[in-house]
């Protein structure tokens, strides 16, 4: 498959966009922070059937990431991302060559989706989702995609970018479009943060799975009081994890908890294993 065109600046950017919009061509963007595994590549290859090119943005969105977050350590390999964006059939990659690209002198504009960005992700990073609102605003309104492709696994990112596109009618133009979790073969959903992990936490990782398994299972036994599955899933949690940040049951589409399962549903984890902060998720009921 052939490499995909690297730019590294706006004005690069703007130009390739206009001839290929002056084409007609369909676009479909997915936003990434980079080291891409086979769960970024799901959303390319889905992208690649449904228009005729494929954009991918690397960059590591600063405003998302709290003061004593990872972001002078998150992993980056953007040679080895060329390559596999250039395999699952990408078009270009937008790598901004720095953060001064995307947030220019002077900047002082942000979107905030104000209910949904308030619990589970949202309560426990103050501004993350913010950081996350903006920036994609910013790239849907860049590259004016048909469409848009994000994972499950971050299912309060995919919820917050729903309503934010919607809000601000840049769904209007591109349809987001939500794609189910890749997981690896023992069930650990894929991230670049699991590349932090020890072996031995990378086996305590395999408990937030566990986690949304034994609740899973209660549900399908006929349980729909919530404290109970919660206490099912964090029994699991509890098993590998060194901290829990948070076991939530919510609406699957307003994300307030619910007390009983009537409708769908989601259940959520986010725990740190070692220094390693993980989320996994599972609706129910749907
Ligand atoms: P990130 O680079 O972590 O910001 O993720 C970029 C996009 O890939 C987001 O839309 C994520 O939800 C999606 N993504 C990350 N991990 C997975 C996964 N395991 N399965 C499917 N999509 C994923």
């Known amino acids: 498959m052939a490499s995909p065109i690297l730019v590294q600046t706006r004005d690069e950017l703007l130009e390739a966009l206009r001839a290929l919009h002056a084409k007609g061509e369909r676009l479909a963007l997915v936003p990434t922070m980079g080291f891409l595994h086979e769960g970024h590549l799901s959303l390319i290859r889905e992208g690649k059937k449904r228009a005729d090119k494929v954009a991918v943005t690397i960059f590591v969105n600063p405003t998302q990431f709290g003061p004593n977050e990872d972001l002078d350590r998150y992993p980056r390999d953007l040679a080895g991302d060329l390559a596999k964006c250039g395999e699952a059939g990408a078009w270009l990659v937008y790598a901004p060559q720095s953060p001064r690209e995307v947030y220019p002198e002077g900047f002082q504009t942000w979107v905030q989706v104000t209910e949904l960005e308030m619990g589970l992700c949202g309560g426990k990073r103050p501004g993350h989702?913010?950081?996350?609102?903006?920036?994609?605003?910013?790239?849907?309104?860049?590259?004016?995609?048909?469409?848009?492709?994000?994972?499950?696994?971050?299912?309060?990112?995919?919820?917050?970018?729903?309503?934010?596109?919607?809000?601000?009618?840049?769904?209007?133009?591109?349809?987001?479009?939500?794609?189910?979790?890749?997981?690896?073969?023992?069930?650990?959903?894929?991230?670049?943060?699991?590349?932090?992990?020890?072996?031995?936490?990378?086996?305590?990782?395999?408990?937030?799975?566990?986690?949304?398994?034994?609740?899973?299972?209660?549900?399908?036994?006929?349980?729909?009081?919530?404290?109970?599955?919660?206490?099912?899933?964090?029994?699991?949690?509890?098993?590998?994890?060194?901290?829990?940040?948070?076991?939530?049951?919510?609406?699957?589409?307003?994300?307030?908890?619910?007390?009983?399962?009537?409708?769908?549903?989601?259940?959520l984890v986010a725990a740190f294993v070692g220094k390693t902060r993980l989320i996994d998720n599972r609706v129910l009921g749907s």
């Open 129 to 267: 989702f913010k950081g996350v609102a903006t920036v994609v605003a910013k790239l849907l309104g860049l590259f004016r995609p048909q469409l848009a492709l994000f994972g499950q696994k971050d299912y309060q990112q995919l919820a917050v970018i729903r309503r934010m596109a919607r809000d601000l009618d840049l769904g209007a133009w591109t349809e987001i479009v939500g794609m189910p979790t890749v997981r690896e073969t023992d069930g650990l959903a894929m991230s670049s943060r699991n590349a932090y992990l020890s072996p031995e936490e990378r086996q305590r990782a395999l408990s937030l799975k566990a986690g949304l398994d034994a609740a899973a299972a209660r549900y399908e036994a006929g349980e729909r009081q919530a404290a109970a599955l919660l206490a099912a899933a964090r029994a699991e949690v509890e098993r590998g994890a060194d901290r829990i940040d948070y076991v939530e049951l919510v609406d699957a589409d307003s994300l307030r908890p619910v007390e009983r399962v009537d409708g769908p549903v989601c259940l």
